[in-house]
């Protein structure tokens, strides 16, 4: 069997630790996601997702278990390590898209390559390519404020793939979008899964986490369920 | 990530608030503005100081007469400029001078005298031209380094004779020409209500000193004329209130200059108002530099508070700026930014604001400088060394106030900057 990518045991996060308003949110986690895995998480408002995405991503640190991230030890990093972790391993969708504003498309997309030290050429040249791959690449040089919300998104997806990461998380990304512009998004997210991505897709549509290959389903800081989806042949039918 | 990348960002966040960016460097801008004006001022006059004590000679000494202060009957320090001019029997005499010429032989190269009559009119056609009329000894020429372009100066042995010494500039409008072929010619001078005629007998060049005519007509040019000519014409009195002593090459002119003051003061003990006393235009520009670097001492403190309010201005501004891209700076965390990367993108930030101010500062401060030394009638010579003293010194001032914001910006929790609405 293949090694993991996200190998999770015994994930504890608990807010406003030793406070009188201390709250755990996750029950000890264990999840294993394996390199090509398109993963939905699903479950319902409050119940821990964004909570668990976060660690997933190293935003976070779990306050007790052991999370192994490519490898690499991440509930040990320290915060130098973690930036480097998220710079180089990791590609973040938000549901608001968090493009930096006054500055284009195409810088947004320069941005995590900027953090990793690349060359200002190479830069511009592989920033190019990736809006080409998510069909932006006439807005190259416009702001996000003149970008819809679905261009938003897909100069996101583009910036959070620019490293080559190892892992493409989305929390929620087509909470913001119509149903025609997440057929899109969707349709881009199956694109980078045959090509061999491995993701992680939190939503809340019942719809889209069936077109995943495998749905978790995660309901007050614990998983209850996993079964498979339908692919992406479920969107299609 | 990259300096350039940093500065361009830098610059469109200011642009993008600019009104907010101009008025947060408004500190920084009057105080190296202020410092910046005043350098410019005071380097300008004390380099046309300096340059005209170059033409003048660092041998002369002026001794003149000084009231002596009521309460201080030694009279050093402390001028007293009484309404009265001091009487005939209290200015020096043909006699202390020649006294003095006597006792100090070898340390007394020339002794200028000069006897004001002050303003003179030459008519000539339709024009009047004004002069400066004084009578002068041999000597003058010399302590006052004047350039004979032809003829000859007064001597002291031309008695009452009516002859002068002008300026090329007074031969010019009088004549329409400064060549020798003036000398010889004469022309009507009115002062003090006579009317006289007068004989050139030499043409001198004259200088400008260094400083700017304001306006475009001539300058009022100095006519010289012998001593007891002068003397005649002012009513009578003989006697001085200033005269010029050089001293010979290779004495100590400080040394000589109080030897000189004791001398003349001497005279003056037993006298109820006046004492004379002795000044070198070294002395003069020492107290002028030392008064300069009073008011520069006053400008920088007030330039320092103005620099000091402008800095926390900044960090203000700052602070405000990091609160409301509290989301960029977790989306940036998120990217992968170390904090060290973010610490270094506000502070770029914050000196690229002081710098910007502190060039629109020094624009402003040679600006109001060149205006300032131009009323006083000397050419603005803007320092160099100041004006990159000043740049450097505001984008330190970037350094210092921004690295609170930016530090508090790289330590910021990405998931709550990210969750920050
Ligand atoms: N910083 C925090 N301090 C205290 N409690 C928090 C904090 N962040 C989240 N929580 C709590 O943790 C719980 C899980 O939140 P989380 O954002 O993970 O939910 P979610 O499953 O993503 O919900 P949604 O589907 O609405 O996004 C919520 O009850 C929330 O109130
Ligand atoms: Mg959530």
Redesign the interface.
């Known amino acids: 069997m293949q090694e993991p990518i996200i190998d999770m045991r015994g994930i504890v996060k608990t807010y406003n630790l030793g406070m009188p308003n201390e709250l755990e949110i996750l029950h000890g986690i264990d999840l294993q996601v394996y390199p090509g895995d398109f993963m939905a998480i699903v479950g319902e408002s409050g119940s821990g997702k964004s909570t668990l995405m976060?660690i997933i991503?190293a935003?976070?640190k779990p306050t007790s278990g052991q999370y192994t991230l490519d490898g690499v030890d991440v509930s040990q990093a320290k915060?130098?390590e973690l930036?480097?972790?998220?710079?180089?391993k990791i590609g973040?969708v938000?549901q608001t898209f968090?493009?930096?504003?006054?500055?284009s498309a195409l810088k947004n997309v320069e941005?995590?390559m900027?953090?990793?030290g690349v060359p200002?050429k190479q830069r511009t040249e592989r920033a190019k390519k990736l809006l080409e791959m998510v069909n932006m690449e006439a807005r190259a040089k416009h702001h996000p404020n003149e970008l819809s919300g679905g261009q938003k998104q897909r100069v996101a997806i583009a910036?959070a793939l620019v490293?080559k990461p190892a892992l493409l998380l989305a929390d929620e990304p087509t909470g913001a979008l119509d149903s025609a512009t997440s057929r899109t998004v969707m349709d881009i997210f199956h694109r980078l899964h045959e090509s061999g991505m491995t993701i992680v897709l939190i939503t809340h549509s019942q719809e889209l986490a069936e077109e995943c290959s495998r749905i978790l389903t995660l309901r007050d800081g614990r998983f209850i369920g996993e079964r498979k989806g339908a692919g992406r042949s479920a969107s299609l039918g | 990530m990259h300096l350039l990348d940093n500065i361009r960002l830098a610059l469109s966040s200011l642009w993008a608030n600019k009104l907010r960016a101009l008025l947060t460097m408004l500190g920084i801008i009057i105080g190296i503005g202020s410092v910046i004006a005043i350098v410019t001022v005071g380097d300008s006059l004390t380099g046309s100081i300096t340059d005209s004590l170059q033409s003048f000679g660092v041998n002369n000494i002026t001794v003149s007469l000084q009231k002596k202060s009521d309460s201080d009957s030694s009279g050093t320090s402390v001028r007293m400029f009484g309404p009265e001019s001091p009487d005939e029997e209290d200015l020096i005499t043909d006699a202390m001078i020649e006294e003095f010429r006597q006792a100090y032989p070898d340390k007394i190269s020339a002794i200028a005298l000069q006897q004001s009559l002050g303003s003179g009119q030459v008519q000539q056609e339709d024009t009047t031209v004004q002069v400066t009329a004084m009578g002068v000894n041999n000597d003058y020429a010399l302590a006052n380094d004047l350039n004979l372009m032809h003829g000859r100066f007064i001597k002291d042995d031309d008695g009452e004779r009516q002859i002068a010494v002008v300026s090329d500039v007074f031969c010019e409008s009088v004549f329409g020409s400064s060549g020798a072929s003036v000398l010889g010619k004469d022309f009507e001078l009115s002062v003090n209500n006579k009317l006289l005629k007068f004989y050139v007998v030499g043409i001198y060049e004259y200088d400008d000193d260094g400083y700017v005519s304001l306006s475009n007509s001539d300058p009022v040019t100095d006519l010289y004329l012998p001593m007891e000519t002068a003397i005649k014409l002012s009513g009578g009195s003989s006697g001085y209130q200033s005269f010029t002593v050089v001293a010979a090459a290779g004495t100590d002119t400080s040394a000589f200059l109080t030897q000189t003051k004791n001398f003349f003061a001497s005279f003056y003990t037993r006298n109820q108002s006046y004492t004379a006393t002795a000044s070198s235009m070294e002395s003069m520009l020492e107290e002028m530099t030392s008064m300069m670097n009073t008011v520069k001492l006053a400008i920088s403190a007030i330039a320092a508070i103005s620099l000091l309010v402008g800095g926390i201005g900044v960090m203000n501004i700052m602070l405000v700026s990091i609160t409301e891209r509290t989301r960029e700076i977790g989306t940036r965390k998120a990217l992968g930014a170390p904090g060290i990367a973010i610490r270094m993108q506000f502070i770029i930030e914050a000196v690229v604001i002081c710098m910007i101010g502190g060039l629109l500062g020094v624009s402003v401060g040679v600006g109001l400088g060149a205006v300032g030394a131009n009323l006083l009638g000397y050419a603005a010579k803007p320092s160099l060394a100041a004006i990159a003293l000043a740049v450097g010194f505001s984008m330190a001032i970037g350094v210092f106030f921004g690295y609170y914001p930016a530090n508090k910006a790289a330590k910021l929790d990405p998931i709550e900057a990210l969750r920050y609405e």
């Open positions: 976060n991503g935003l976070d915060d130098k930036s480097v972790i998220r710079n180089q973040f938000f968090n493009l930096i504003g006054r500055t941005l995590p900027l953090y990793a200002a910036r490293n």
